[in-house]
């Protein structure tokens, strides 16, 4: 392989240049971009980053400490290392100049006669106008890539990684999770074998860049600044695609939990690629502080879901056959759900998320993943027709539209959606718990039902989803709407 820069390694391996390294060989990978000769006594005022600088010892103190303070401006200042010319006015080197460049890795060599110098010059120029030759050319291709993949950002990443030899792989800045990676990454090389350094990409969406590189085989600068410029561009546009499906995925989500159907029930199947119309789905439930990192992720990922802010919690709409991909990702970013039981209608949705939310609750975090144990929302009613059938058949005169009625019916569903706890449904309607006993005797006497036999309570609860089925917009008692 060509060697892409000179360093002092590759000077002091040139025979023919007859250089000693006296202290420093930590420090002999060190890049060189130009050898120059300067005796003032400040020769960082001249000389810079990668530069070497080559004396006969002019500019060299004659006190140890002095000496020590030279290498170390020196280091600072950036500089590839020091060649002395074995010359009689050359100071007498001490033993702390010497630990200095030890201790920094800051290579310090000695040449037989400064007659060398302008050898050592016009090899470091010749060596580094090759190399900038052939990085060039790279640059070149490397553009090139990204003029003919476009907007692929995963086919750019491949060729990328085989014409610069290396790994890459990028991370999102909020999720920290993988966005791309070249297939080079897909088999890890061994830890000793690569150098990983981290780059951040500054675009408009922020993102990590991890490069691995093969010892010998490290990016130069100007390379490397145009990938990561290229990636920048790239990922923006992915990213941006992510946020304009996330906001899209929302707007659905909540319309859905508003009870609109028809149209959006059509553009809700295309965004989620659902072709079969007979698909179940599932609502998963999920706490409000991980909301972004849970809708950014779905949209980076790309898994098909809806995503959006419910009544107390945040949900997901999941086709059942994206459970597997959305459960992964949710494990992975250590979030605990509550799942509903299954259903194939998207007029269920706000049914499903009460569902999912009582999971959810009761779980107290014990699982990641707490699924409904029960009867599935889908052979409750199955269609308005039988919400209809299952309302007027179970609720009767409870149906009707007046101010008694509708606050009787009220304080049933309170006391079912309470678990029949008489306190909480006192609470939550704002009465006295003997107001409470009073309306449900009166409920009893007028449709005919014992509220202590088990048979009946589940009849009314099926009858109260119903009711939320065919009134999608029904507020609760001191509960906000769902696109509150």
């Known amino acids: 392989m060509i060697e892409t820069t000179t360093t002092v390694a590759d000077i002091v391996s040139t025979a023919s240049l007859g250089l000693r390294v006296l202290a420093g060989s930590g420090g002999l990978d060190r ?89 050592i010059a016009r090899h470091v120029a010749s060596a580094n106008s090759s ?47 993988e966005i791309l990676s070249s297939s080079t990454s897909q088999q890890p090389s061994a830890a000793s074998a690569v150098r990983q350094r981290s780059y951040p990409l500054n675009g408009l969406q922020p993102a990590t860049l991890l490069l691995r590189e093969h010892p010998g085989e ?63 789905f599932v609502v998963a439930a999920f706490p409000r502080d991980a909301a972004a990192v849970v809708a950014r992720a779905v949209a980076i990922k790309r898994i098909p879901a809806l995503v959006g802010t419910g009544r107390s919690t945040e949900l997901a709409l999941i086709p059942v056959e994206a459970i597997p991909d959305f459960r992964g990702l949710i494990e992975m970013l250590g979030v605990s759900v509550g799942v509903s ?42 269609s308005h027709r039988e ?8 609720l009767g005169p409870l149906t009707k539209s007046d101010p008694r009625t509708d606050e009787l019916r009220e304080t049933l569903f309170t006391f079912l959606r309470n678990d029949r706890r008489w306190a909480d449904t006192a609470g939550e309607l704002a009465v006295h718990r003997q107001t409470v006993a009073y309306r449900l005797k009166s409920i009893q006497d007028l449709i005919g039902v014992d509220l202590s ?32």
Not at 387 to 394: C, D, K, L, P, T
């Open 31 to 119: 890049t060189v971009l130009w050898a120059h000769v300067c005796e003032l006594a400040e020769p960082t005022e001249s000389l810079g980053p990668g530069e070497i600088l080559m004396t006969v010892g002019v500019s060299i103190p004659t006190s140890p400490d002095a000496q020590v303070q030279f290498i170390q401006r020196l280091d600072d200042a950036g500089l590839a290392g020091v060649i002395l010319g074995d010359q009689a006015m050359l100071p007498p080197i001490s033993p702390e100049m010497l630990q200095a460049g030890n201790d920094r890795s800051f290579p310090i060599l000695i040449s037989p006669a400064t007659g060398f110098f302008s050898a």
């Open 131 to 177: 190399s900038r030759i052939e990085e060039v050319s790279k640059l070149g291709k490397l553009y090139h890539l990204a003029a003919s993949t476009g907007d692929d950002a995963s086919a750019f990443l491949d060729k990328a990684a085989v014409l610069l030899r290396v790994e890459l792989q990028i991370l999102d800045a909020t999720t920290q999770l």
């Open 218 to 280: 490290e990016l130069e600068s100007l390379i490397l600044t145009s990938l990561l410029k290229i990636l920048e561009v790239l990922v923006d546009r992915m990213l941006d695609r992510a946020g304009n499906r996330q906001e899209a995925s929302a707007k659905l989500m909540s319309a859905l939990l508003n009870g609109f159907g028809g149209q959006v029930g059509l553009q809700a199947s295309r965004f989620l690629g659902v072709q079969n119309q007979s698909t179940d």
């Open 341 to 382: 039981s299954t259903f194939f209608d998207y007029v269920d949705t706000r049914s499903a998320s009460d569902e999912a939310t009582r999971v959810l609750t009761a779980n107290h975090g014990l699982q990641n993943w707490a699924e409904y144990e029960g009867t599935t929302i889908s052979v409750l009613a199955r």
């Open 387 to 394: 919400a209809s059938s299952i309302v007027n058949g179970v």
């Open 453 to 484: 036999r088990t048979a009946d309570i589940a009849s009314l609860w099926i009858a109260y989803q119903a009711w939320m089925l065919l009134n999608p917009k029904y507020q609760a008692p001191g509960v906000g709407r769902a696109d509150a």
